[in-house]
């Protein structure tokens, strides 16, 4: 649970469509952008954290399928979509630092963390460094590791998922892409190659749930991932969404939506009751220290 202090300063309304506010703070000296659920405070707090080079503007979809139940917070990173740059590059471990920093802005002593892509690896780092803030954590298309490795892979595998992604998305990431540039680009790509991603994966200890689409190319095989999945007792869910690919928070906002409304509540995998014969939701692994199913 976490309250908020009062908004800074609201930018404008919530466009149409959209039900949460748009506002500004300052954090370590960079402009921060961010959105904000108008729920009440006492909501439990879920924070949003986008992908590589990426606003959180592709994870609104979901995120704004869950604001009537969680204080939703959806900030762009210091350095990335309309917020400005820190005054140091960032690698993951100081988008942590700023994540945590950002919740510290808005009063929030704990949270849920919901993470697409790079945001993975981010929430891990966030664990590692800030385990009593983290309540559950959720995993969708992680990525960042050594399967993403070299550059020319990673760059191979974005440009395969492009042509298996919804067309509308292209309208929303490609000026996001265009504002980070390409040497951040290279530079943040040099930072993941570093970041010990399986490592922190594993050794987390808290309700986990892994959400992957079974297009997506840049994650590993069915087999690897189980085998992964294995060499830890962790609170650990892995599930698959069949027909989606990597921004699974944009394209499956639904399915994705009610797996975490199941995953929160400790309720059984079954597919989304409002897309029937869309997309099929398939439990691969459940860790043995997850918590227990509990009664309808």
Not at 186 to 210: A, D, N
Not at 243 to 252: K, T
């Amino acid at each position: 649970m976490g309250s908020t202090k009062p908004a800074r300063r609201t930018r404008r309304a919530p466009r149409p469509g959209t039900r949460l506010a748009e506002r500004w703070t300052t954090i370590d000296g960079a402009r921060v952008f961010y959105r904000e659920s108008e729920s009440p405070p006492d909501a439990p707090v879920m924070l949003h954290v986008h992908g590589f080079g990426l606003s959180g503007r592709y994870l609104l979809p979901t995120a704004e399928r869950l604001a009537d139940e969680f204080h939703t917070l959806v900030p762009d990173l210091p350095g990335f979509g309309r917020s400005s740059k820190a005054a140091n590059l960032l690698d993951v471990p100081d988008l942590a630092h700023a994540a945590a920093r950002f919740l510290d802005d808005r009063g929030v002593e704990r949270a849920t963390l919901v993470g697409n892509s790079m945001g993975c690896p981010v929430i891990c780092e966030f664990a590692h460094l800030y385990p009593d803030r983290i309540d559950r954590a959720v995993l969708v298309s992680p990525a960042g590791g050594i399967y993403n490795q070299p550059f020319r892979r990673a760059a191979a595998q974005i440009s395969r998922d492009g042509g298996r992604e919804p067309f509308k998305l292209m309208g929303v990431v490609t000026p996001d892409y265009l504002r980070f540039g390409v040497p951040s680009t290279m530079r943040m790509f040099r930072s993941l190659t570093k970041y010990p991603s399986l490592e922190r994966l594993l050794e987390l200890r808290l309700p986990l749930l892994v959400v992957l689409g079974d297009r997506d190319p840049l994650m590993p095989g069915a087999a690897r991932v189980q085998e992964v999945a294995a060499a830890t007792e962790n609170h650990v869910l892995v599930v698959r969404i069949e027909g989606a690919a990597h921004a699974i928070n944009y394209s499956h906002s639904g399915e994705l939506a009610h797996l975490i409304r199941l995953f929160m509540a400790d309720r059984p995998i079954v597919d989304d009751p409002d897309s029937p014969g869309f997309a099929r939701v398939v439990e691969i692994h459940r860790g043995a220290l997850h918590p227990p199913l509990q009664p309808e």
